[in-house]
């Protein structure tokens, strides 16, 4: 089964995604938004799927350390859009 949420971040005004297949049990996190690490774990945790993908469809400056962060905790893989470098995520 699918599983999509879209999370609206108040503060940036921002929006992200958590898609996942609930029966295999992997997700992937589309837009990730700084500082929220905490609560996509949580939510991965609440639907008992593991994080294999970050997703960026663009990108900013400040979410360089907080891409690192979600990847190193949840041991995923960092996919970059068009419109991304590695250099604007600081890897």
Do not use: N, W
Request: glycine letters at 6%; hydrophobic letters at 40%; aromatic letters at 4%.
């Amino acid at each position: 089964m699918t599983h999509l949420r879209q999370i609206r971040d108040g503060r940036s005004r921002s929006y992200a995604y958590l898609l996942a297949d609930t029966d295999r049990r992997e997700a992937i996190i589309i837009d990730h938004v700084a500082g929220q690490t905490t609560m996509y774990l949580a939510l991965l945790d609440e639907i008992r799927a593991r994080l294999t993908h970050i997703l960026l469809t663009h990108c900013h400056h400040f979410e360089a350390t907080a891409v690192s962060d979600l990847q190193t905790a949840a041991g995923a893989r960092l996919v970059l859009g068009e419109r991304c470098t590695a250099t604007d995520v600081g890897v």
